[in-house]
């Protein structure tokens, strides 16, 4: 097993001597450029500070040349939303902005472009609405709807038009003149609001430029129902409630229909849609929530500002455009430096394709603030493998987490196994950003060292996922691929540290500020290792815990089934089950419905749980060397020769020239049960076989199952089951045949490492190293041009991949792990 070179203990010794206050400055200028941004990933254009109970604005819109159109309102992401050809963001940086593309033609006859900037100092945002109608389509009406809500408030201080800071804690209202009839084309309506956290006092300010054109009547069915005009509404509603503001805004314009058609009982048959549904506020109401809604003809543009009033770097109407203009070049002079692409996917479509994917994976970064359903009464039968009802909820809470998620449109949470292949490019554009999420994610572990495998954080949240899935049990684990990420991201770091550039003396911190200021806040833990020496000591006894769990709770059963002559150490327990499984599913596993052994048994063994366990052992020595915990690296290191010896001795089966699942027959005698696929992978993907004379051997009957078009191989990736199993396409066939781009990921990865890798090239023979080479070349080509086919045909990244004609299925809007298929574009198009 490796270990890391001198240069780096080196250089990690002189960190240990530093002051904190250069970690406490980055923190607060990391912290300050990401502090605004898309964070409501479920909603298409969602803007959110990471503050919890704070300020939530949003934009909605539907078609209003018919009745239908209100109902299908835009607003949160859905799977069922009748689209054109894809949405997203097409380029996109969560330090400064990007731009998001919308099409929407199918039903609103438009397509949107939505961009998003901020501020130097990170404090203020922009958002600039453009909105060009379909071919055919160039009179279609659109109704626009930007809200904006205050989550906590003081009622108490509603109204007042002078105040001082010392008397307000959160506060929004309106600051331009209260016009029940609504306002002229060009004017500005403004709202001006107090939040602390935000930076004290702030404006939002929405413009309506007299380039765009509104529809205009003769005669109206109400004066202050008029389309031509910009309706403001303000309500006081539950902090808890504003992210609900489609449901608000559609009982009162359901209020407000229904008070007129009391007037005119022909309301529906004689009023245009545009009329009918307008906005009114002729109650003049006050309150922490505000709507603001504008309705087009045809082409539109209008710009929103958030300004906080005591900053120096104001976004204005005037200097907008430049800042647009400014933020898309750089974050696209930014992607092309980070991922250069290699050929044969280097055309311009190739470079666009990629660049979405990213923007899409990045854009789906998220912060949620809230409770979750924690079920700790129900005990798991460890001789029942029956599904277990959790009837016993409580909350627990209120928790933070800043994440990426795996679909905005179906998945807009947290997913713990997910998490670390989603930080897998994220590590290569911006390491710090990437630190933060994982440091973010760590926060979560509780006393007994346990993580939710699912983050169902607050209302929001819950809304998406059914009752029976909401309640979380501290039994169950998931992979924790973020140890995955992890490794990978000490060994990107401590690459950088041949040639420190700090001498563990003195710290000019005035050069640092000014440095990381400069767009170095990226990369700021590989240019001061001071910065990631203190955040390892943080983490450290945190992950400690975490990874006890795991071996506690998870620990399979070594010294029965004779399994302690297999072994022949008695010192060498290190055996794993997942917890939680059933007769039909392991959940925890991640590979849901993936074949196991039948019946169930409290003696089976699972191949890839030793496996993952086993990438934590190895970041944990990692981390232990870099803190010259010399006790903590002999630990670990002792424990990964056991999980080594342990995969080798205990789940390699020479019968079937697999790796496999453990478990016992009628006799209890130890059986292995062989079903060849993403299972069978592990000790290769997780670089866990043995660096010894067996390696050729295991590596190429690996590399053989691998290539053979009758077990995993495919024209468009490698299939998750062998197509020779009983089990392939069988039942919800979910994890039983379909390609899945996170575990091809891992192959190609794990090829090239074991290509390149000097310390087994003495164990390897030619024909396994031109086997590596073959494999590796076909399955790249093959995977990136099947994902990029199905996106110029969707639009859309998916769950996963038809193992027979490559067509996208399941969940679309998937830039979760899909996203992998950017870092397969920068691999090399051959191993050398």
Request: overall charge negative.
């Amino acid at each position: 097993m490796q270990l890391l070179p001198f240069y780096a203990i080196w250089w990690i010794s002189l960190c240990l001597v530093v002051s904190e206050s250069t970690s406490h400055q980055y923190e607060k200028l990391s912290d300050q450029s990401l502090l605004w941004g898309a964070y409501r990933s479920n909603a298409y254009v969602g803007i959110r500070p990471r503050v919890p109970e704070t300020l939530l604005s949003g934009l909605m819109w539907y078609n209003a040349d018919t009745v239908v159109g209100l109902s299908n309102t835009r607003h949160f992401c859905d799977q069922g939303d009748n689209l054109g050809k894809g949405f997203g963001w097409v380029k996109y940086d969560p330090r400064y902005g990007g731009r998001e593309v919308i099409h929407d033609e199918k039903e609103c006859k438009i397509v949107l472009v939505v961009d998003f900037v901020k501020s130097k100092d990170g404090k203020n945002w922009a958002l600039r609405v453009k909105g060009t109608p379909k071919k055919g389509y160039e009179k279609v009406k659109t109704s626009v709807v930007f809200y904006s809500g205050m989550e906590v408030f003081d009622a108490d201080k509603m109204g007042l038009n002078q105040y001082g800071i010392s008397q307000i804690e959160n506060y929004l209202e309106l600051k331009s003149p209260v016009k029940n009839i609504g306002y002229e084309l060009g004017e500005v309506v403004e709202l001006k609001g107090y939040s602390e956290a935000l930076g004290g006092k702030f404006t939002i300010a929405v413009n309506d430029p007299p380039t765009n054109k509104k529809p205009h009547y003769q005669k109206v069915v109400s004066r202050e129902m008029d389309p031509a005009k910009t309706h403001h509404l303000s309500l006081n509603f539950p902090g808890e409630s504003i992210w609900q503001a489609k449901d608000i805004m559609w009982e009162m314009i359901k209020d407000n229909v229904e008070k007129l058609q009391e007037l005119f009982p022909d309301l529906y048959q004689e009023t245009p849609p545009d009329q009918l549904f307008a906005l009114s506020n002729s109650n003049g109401f006050e309150g922490n929530l505000h709507f603001i809604q504008k309705t087009f003809e045809g082409e539109f543009t209008f710009d929103i500002l958030f300004n906080v009033v005591e900053t120096l770097d104001q976004i204005t109407f005037e200097n907008l455009g430049k800042r647009v203009f400014d933020v898309l070049t750089k974050v696209d002079r930014k992607f092309k430096d980070v991922f250069t692409l290699q050929a044969p996917f280097t055309t311009k479509k190739h470079w666009k394709f990629a660049q979405e994917f990213f923007s899409n994976l990045i854009g789906g970064i998220s912060y949620f603030h809230g409770d979750h359903l924690v079920d700790r009464t129900t005990v798991f039968d460890q001789e029942s493998f029956n599904n277990v009802e959790l009837k016993y909820p409580e909350k627990e809470g209120p928790f933070l987490l800043f994440t990426a998620v795996p679909s905005r449109t179906f998945f807009p949470r947290g997913f713990y196994w997910d998490e670390g292949f989603h930080l897998l490019p994220i590590l290569e554009y911006d390491i710090d950003l990437t630190l933060d999420i994982l440091k973010s994610w760590f926060g979560l572990i509780d006393s007994d060292g346990w993580i939710a495998r699912e983050q169902i954080l607050g209302t929001e949240s819950r809304s998406k996922v059914p009752v029976e899935f909401q309640v979380q049990n501290p039994n169950i684990a998931n992979p924790p691929t973020m140890m995955l990420c992890f490794t990978s991201l000490l060994e990107k770091v401590l690459s950088a540290g041949e040639s420190p550039k700090w001498d563990g003396t003195t710290v000019d911190y005035q050069a640092i500020n000014n440095t990381i200021l400069l767009d170095q806040l990226s990369e700021a833990h590989v240019h001061y290792p001071e910065l990631l020496v203190s955040y390892v000591e943080d983490i450290y006894p945190k992950l400690q815990k975490h990874y006890e769990w795991f071996r506690r709770t998870q620990r399979g059963i070594s010294d029965d089934f004779d399994r302690e002559e297999i072994i022949d150490d008695d010192d060498n327990d290190d055996v794993y089950r997942w917890v939680g499984r059933t007769d039909t599913h392991c959940l925890p596993s991640g590979l849901d419905d993936y074949p196991r052994a039948l019946p169930a048994d409290i003696a089976e063994l699972n191949v890839d749980l030793i496996s993952w366990i086993g990438i934590m052992t190895r970041s944990m020595k990692y981390m232990a060397q870099l803190l010259q915990k010399q006790k903590d690296v002999a630990k670990y290191t002792l424990i990964e020769q056991h999980i080594v010896s342990n995969i080798d001795k205990l789940h390699w089966s020479e019968e079937e020239k697999t790796y496999c699942d453990m478990s016992v027959d009628d006799d209890d005698e130890n059986i292995h049960v062989c079903h060849k696929g993403y299972i069978s992978l592990f000790p290769f993907l997780t670089r866990l076989i043995p660096e010894s004379k067996v390696l050729n051997h295991k590596l190429k009957h690996v590399l053989e199952m691998i290539h053979n078009p009758e077990e995993l191989w495919s024209p468009y990736g490698i299939r998750s089951l062998s197509k020779s199993d009983k089990m392939f396409k069988t039942g919800e066939d979910y994890w039983r045949s379909p390609i899945w781009m996170n575990i091809n990921y891992m192959v190609l990865d794990s090829l090239r490492y074991y290509h390149d890798l000097e310390s087994v090239q003495p164990y390897l023979e030619a024909d396994v190293r031109e086997l590596l080479r073959t494999v590796y070349y076909e399955l790249r080509v093959n995977l990136v041009t099947n994902v990029y086919n199905q996106w110029e045909k969707t639009g859309y990244g998916f769950e996963n991949y038809n193992e027979e004609n490559g067509d996208a299925q399941r969940v679309k809007h998937f830039h979760g792990w899909t996203s992998l298929v950017v870092l397969m574009m920068k691999m090399p198009e051959r191993l050398a």
